[in-house]
């Protein structure tokens, strides 16, 4: 349950940073901070290859369950969405009404 155990942390910054909703990347940043200021590490000295190091030693949290799990999150609470999210379904939707408008158009 790796996904799991970030639930609450990631829906407190999706809530209240809004900017995160769109950007796995800042989000994952945002989050790996944390992990390395929780360890009492001082993040305005540590070197690259440390935090490397700790992510090769699986000391930080996993990519790909904060991933997965702000992408549950935003399915199951349509509050913590961002515009992309908002924006692709909308096109989306525009794809297949125009796809049944176009409909005796398209097989000949």
Same mark, same amino acid.
């Given at each position: 349950?790796k996904v799991k155990k970030h639930e609450?942390?990631?829906?407190?910054?999706?809530?209240?940073?809004?900017?995160?909703?769109?950007?796995?990347?800042?989000?994952? +940043?945002?989050?790996?901070?944390?992990?390395?200021?929780?360890?009492?590490?001082?993040?305005?000295?540590?070197?690259? #290859?440390?935090?490397?190091?700790?992510? +090769?030693?699986?000391?930080?949290?996993?990519?790909?369950?904060?991933?997965r799990c702000r992408a549950k999150l #935003?399915?199951?609470?349509?509050?913590?969405?961002?515009?992309?999210?908002k924006d692709r379904k909308n096109n989306?939707?525009?794809?297949?009404?125009?796809?049944?408008?176009?409909?005796?158009?398209?097989? #000949?």
């Amino acid at each position: 349950m790796k996904v799991k155990k970030h639930e609450k942390e990631i829906t407190y910054f999706l809530k209240n940073k809004p900017h995160l909703r769109d950007n796995d990347l800042k989000l994952l +940043a945002t989050i790996w901070w944390n992990d390395v200021k929780y360890k009492g590490l001082d993040t305005k000295t540590m070197s690259a #290859q440390e935090l490397l190091q700790m992510l +090769a030693d699986g000391k930080l949290s996993n990519p790909s369950s904060i991933r997965r799990c702000r992408a549950k999150l #935003q399915e199951q609470n349509p509050e913590l969405r961002g515009q992309r999210y908002k924006d692709r379904k909308n096109n989306q939707q525009s794809e297949v009404i125009n796809e049944v408008k176009n409909w005796n158009n398209i097989n #000949q």
